[in-house]
């Protein structure tokens, strides 16, 4: 089955710097690929997700890239912001609304 | 709409004992999904349904039984519970067709003694 590997577990930057997080996947069938937001004791929430036809989506201080040839995909957040701090989760499936595939998450610290 | 809702927040079972994990959607979603989430493991798969009458499972489905009578329904059971099945619940949703996003309810925490 899908593997979904994520880096690093934890992060933590200055107010108004960038975040990086990466994944990478084992089931070159995989095509669709969301990123989670959960704060401390909240349910997940859909930030941006990208499909295999896609490279790159932005959505203001958001971006993914996606590299289907090596099988992984970043999130990138420019200028940070403390309510950014939240734990993130990759994920990917083979196809859009099919059961997802969770990495185990990054816990981004934003400090002001 | 109320979206996904899930009962109850919080139970704990004494193990042995059994449970059913009440989720439902008010959105016609056909795709609805059980996950549970382990601290620091992200979450796995339990089972999964595409529509009433249709479950599959996941990749963590050992322990647990679920059905789909309705398309709003989606419970999931506990028979004999164990302390390995302490964990937050989650239930989700989703259309499955032009909007993928998968909407998730509150989470249930199931602690096991």
């Known amino acids: 089955g899908e593997n979904v590997e994520q880096h690093p577990s934890t992060l933590s930057v200055q107010e108004g710097d960038s975040a990086v997080i990466k994944c990478t996947y084992s089931?070159?069938?995989?095509?669709?690929f969301p990123w989670y937001k959960q704060e401390l004791g909240k349910r997940p929430q859909l930030i941006i997700d990208?499909?295999?036809?896609?490279g790159e989506k932005k959505d203001q201080r958001i971006a993914v890239t996606l590299n289907k040839t090596a099988k992984h995909f970043s999130l990138h957040i420019t200028e940070t912001q403390p309510e950014d701090s939240a734990v993130y989760f990759c994920a990917a499936s083979i196809y859009p609304g099919y059961a997802l595939n969770f990495g185990k998450g990054t816990s981004l610290l934003v400090t002001p | 709409n109320a979206g996904v809702t899930q009962t109850p927040k919080f139970r704990i079972l004494k193990i042995g004992q059994s449970m059913t994990l009440q989720c439902a959607q008010d959105?016609?979603?056909?795709?609805m999904y059980w996950y549970r989430q382990d601290p620091g493991m992200g979450l796995k798969l339990i089972y999964y349904?595409?529509?009433?009458?249709?479950?599959d499972k996941g990749e963590v489905p050992n322990g647990y039984n679920v059905s789909r009578s309705t398309t709003e329904d989606f419970p999931l059971r506990l028979e004999l519970a164990a302390p390995s099945q302490t964990s937050v619940y989650f239930c989700a949703s989703s259309s499955g067709t032009t909007l993928y996003e998968q909407y998730f309810g509150p989470g249930t925490r199931l602690t096991v003694t």
């Open positions: 089931d070159s069938a995989s095509n669709y």
């Open positions: 959105m016609n979603h056909n795709y």
């Open positions: 349904s595409v529509g009433a009458g249709i479950t």
């Open positions: 990208i499909r295999s036809n896609v």
